[in-house]
């Protein structure tokens, strides 16, 4: 292309950008604004007078910075626990030949046709049994081995069908058992797939809403997408500035996410339509 087509094209796509951009835009200016320069008209692209009060007031009506780590590692645990039931699912799936294979795989894929509102009493049921209401095992054990966890599995097994199989075929005469083959050759080659899983499943446990205020009751125990909901004025009605500073600091890691592995995951999704 020559240089006036690329920069035809830049430009096109620097516009179409422009819808997904702007609620992100007016997120952080509007959380440095007072709050009566948030709906004023006509509005302002840049706040006039910069103030960073209604982030210190996130974390003084509320437990915020318990609620920011209580989702971190909830999201870390359940990212590194999918990674390995899925990498482990989706090569037993493509790689090992066994009897009815095909058919447990479309058993598989049918949780992602179930909706979760479908199952959360009896999960709420069981976890109640169990003594694990109110706090956040749930949050962590649904994900991992639920209906979540599908789609990640289907995106490994998409991966590891593609591999070549004489890569196997020459661990298996250099003494290589099936683990081994699985660790040393496999996984390692797997790292888009790995990304793209990990970039989903970061995002939807860090998003995840129903489950949090079905499961956890202690403002110490609320993850931060129930914790958003709490900031309201005596009245009950949302205190604007506060609510878009927490959800700018909330917005933060899955941007940093998806900057540090968007490479592994446009990779990854490439590969999970290569072999069927």
Known sequence: MSRRAKTAVYGV?????????????????????????????????????VSF????????????????????????????????????????????????????FVVILVGLLI?????????????DAWGMVDTHWPLILVPILGAPSVLATFIMRQFFLAL??????????????????????????????????AIFTFLHSWNLYLEPIVFLSSSEMFTLPQALTQFVDAY??????????AASLTALPVLVVFVIAQRQFIEGLAHTGLKG
């Open 53 to 104: 009060d209604a982030y210190a007031r996130a974390f003084e009506l509320q437990p915020f910075a318990r609620q920011y780590l209580n989702s971190m590692y909830i999201a870390a645990l359940v990212t590194v626990g999918t990674l390995a039931v899925s990498s482990l699912a989706g090569y037993a799936f493509a790689r090992i030949r066994f009897k009815g294979a095909n058919a447990w």
């Open 115 to 127: 909706p979760s509102e479908v199952t959360i009493v009896p999960l709420f049921k069981m976890f």
């Open 13 to 49: 796509l620097c516009l179409l950008a422009l819808p997904f951009l702007f609620p992100t835009w007016w997120m952080v200016t509007s959380s440095l604004k007072p709050v009566g320069d948030i709906f004023a008209f006509p509005p302002t692209l840049w706040p006039t007078d």
């Open 236 to 245: 009950g009605g949302p205190m604007w500035d506060v609510q878009l500073s």
């Open 164 to 197: 070549p199989g004489e890569l196997e075929e020459a661990a298996k005469v250099d003494g290589l058992g099936r683990f081994a083959i699985f660790r040393l050759i496999a996984l390692p080659l797997a790292r888009p797939a790995l990304g793209a899983v």
